[in-house]
């Protein structure tokens, strides 16, 4: 049996096509660089990590996610094309964006560049981390678009003091594709793994949920069913909240390929139902230890406008599960 470290990072109390957004910037607290949500709320997530992943299955499925993250953190070059969807209500918005990688350790870079899209609603991205910040640029539909900066040394600095195993390896904790898939794995505990097939290529459908007790804690409404003999259900959820993921990783390259989030859509209160895909993100055109055009990482915006948030950022930081 293995305990879970005694940490949970808490998404952002927003339906979660807006935690994807969110997310994929790089950030965990409200847009606009406003304070961080309370202490007191990500020390109710910390205390949500008492259940253990059990059986062969589980430690497999766990293992195959771990080693697909290993892989595309430790390969010299990453190239890769991006689809997205993703519902919320009647909402259903459409993207794609680019994701590139160089260099290991301290000297690694990244840069990722996402859209999304529906008849009343558009989202932009642009993420670089450029070896000595990390930049975040956001546009939402008409509003003005946000520049926020974090200071890459306080972030390894952090690290160190945590006693992180690598703390050179610092994009889990700053944005792009990384962060994504780390956040992923650290909010869904992986169950198990099927063999399947995505467009002719051979993966592992490996599927994951949140713990009840974590459920209970980062949504106190739904604390008191977490204890209950059926405990939390798909349509207790807030719509957009994804009940479990279904992450796609190939069989022989390890690399990730899709991951799909599910649950049941709709506005509250919605009746129980089998769970759908609310997100989806397929990965594609991807390229290994490839050429990448290294003048992606070089990144001078202008700095009217600019948003310093390596305090908020460093004081949120925790370590993630090994």
């Known amino acids: 049996m293995t305990r879970r470290p005694n940490f949970l990072p808490m998404f952002p109390r927003l339906p979660f ?17 406003e304070a961080a949500p309370p202490k007191s709320v990500y020390g109710r997530a910390a205390r ?27 390969a010299d070059t990453v190239s890769l094309r991006l689809r997205q969807k993703v519902r919320i209500g ?14 290991h350790g301290e000297e690694q870079r990244f840069r990722y ?10 989202f932009e991205i642009t993420e670089v981390s450029d070896g000595l910040f990390f930049w975040s640029h956001r546009r939402i539909s008409d509003a003005a678009p946000e520049l926020h900066r974090v200071d890459i ?6 690290l160190e ?4 195993p690598e703390p050179q390896e610092t994009a889990p904790y700053l944005g792009g594709l990384q962060r994504f898939l780390w956040w992923t794995r650290q909010w869904f505990w992986f169950k198990e793994a099927v063999p399947g097939e995505i467009s002719g290529v051979p993966v592992w459908f490996v599927a994951g949920r949140t713990p009840q007790e974590a459920l209970g804690q980062v949504m106190p409404e739904l604390a008191e069913a977490a204890k209950q003999p059926g405990g939390i259900r798909p349509e207790n959820l807030p ?46 055109e991807i390229e ?35």
């Open 17 to 33: 096509w807006w935690c994807l957004v969110v997310i994929w910037a790089g950030i965990a607290w409200p847009v606009g660089g």
């Open 48 to 74: 949500a990590v008492e259940a253990a992943v059990e059986g062969d299955a589980a430690s497999q499925a766990e293992r195959i996610v771990a080693s697909s993250l290993d892989t595309l953190a430790k």
């Open 90 to 103: 009647d909402l259903s918005l459409v993207g794609a964006g680019r994701y590139l990688q160089a260099g």
């Open 113 to 122: 560049e996402s859209s999304l899209t529906c008849k009343t609603e558009s």
């Open 153 to 158: 040394q306080r972030v390894r600095s952090r």
């Open 161 to 164: 003091e945590l006693k992180v």
């Open 239 to 284: 719509d957009g909240w994804p009940w479990e993921v279904r992450f796609a990783v190939g069989r022989s390259d390890l690399l990730p390929r899709q991951v799909e989030f599910l649950g049941i859509p709709g506005k509250r209160p919605v009746a129980a139902a089998e769970v759908e895909p609310v997100a989806v993100i397929e990965f594609v």
């Open 288 to 322: 290994i230890n490839g050429p990448v055009d290294h003048t992606a990482f070089f990144y001078q915006p202008a700095t009217e406008g600019l948003i310093d948030l390596t305090d908020q950022h460093v004081k949120m930081m925790g370590k993630l599960r090994p």
